[in-house]
């Protein structure tokens, strides 16, 4: 399974963004696709999740109501769309995939593939 993660950039804060996850290979139907960030010297952290085969969404509570996941199976792509960004928004986001247990939905060791990191720079 390879994820391609695309879309990051430089916006002001109050923009919008809106991250893409390219998931091809032999991916699970019943796989979780999630997006991480990660600062320099902090742990990735958990933004939101979302199962191929539907089901329930997740976010992390920093994010909630300003960004949404989605999936468009017909073109094997997750989306992370990014509203009202404030600059502690700024990192690298990365995209995850893996067979995950529900409660082990918001933790990076539960996933076994990872694509590359895109940077998100929100200025002030």
């Known amino acids: 399974v390879q994820l391609q993660a695309s879309g990051g950039g430089l916006v002001q804060a109050g923009g919008s963004l809106r991250l893409s996850c390219v998931v091809s290979?032999?991916?699970?139907?019943?796989?979780?696709i999630a997006w991480f960030r990660q600062t320099p010297g902090k742990e990735r952290a958990f933004v939101a999740a979302?199962?191929?085969?539907?089901?329930?969404?997740y976010y992390s509570d920093s994010v909630k109501g300003r960004f949404t996941i989605s999936r468009d199976n017909a073109k094997n792509t997750v989306y992370l769309q990014m509203n009202s960004l404030k600059p502690e928004d700024t990192a690298d986001y990365y995209c995850?995939?893996?067979?995950?247990?529900?409660?082990?939905?918001?933790?990076?060791?539960?996933?076994?593939?990872w694509g590359q990191g895109t940077l998100v720079t929100v200025s002030s």
């Open positions: 290979g032999r991916a699970s139907s019943r796989y979780t």
């Open positions: 979302i199962r191929t085969s539907g089901g329930p969404i």
């Open positions: 995850a995939a893996g067979n995950v247990i529900t409660s082990a939905t918001r933790q990076p060791q539960a996933y076994n593939y």
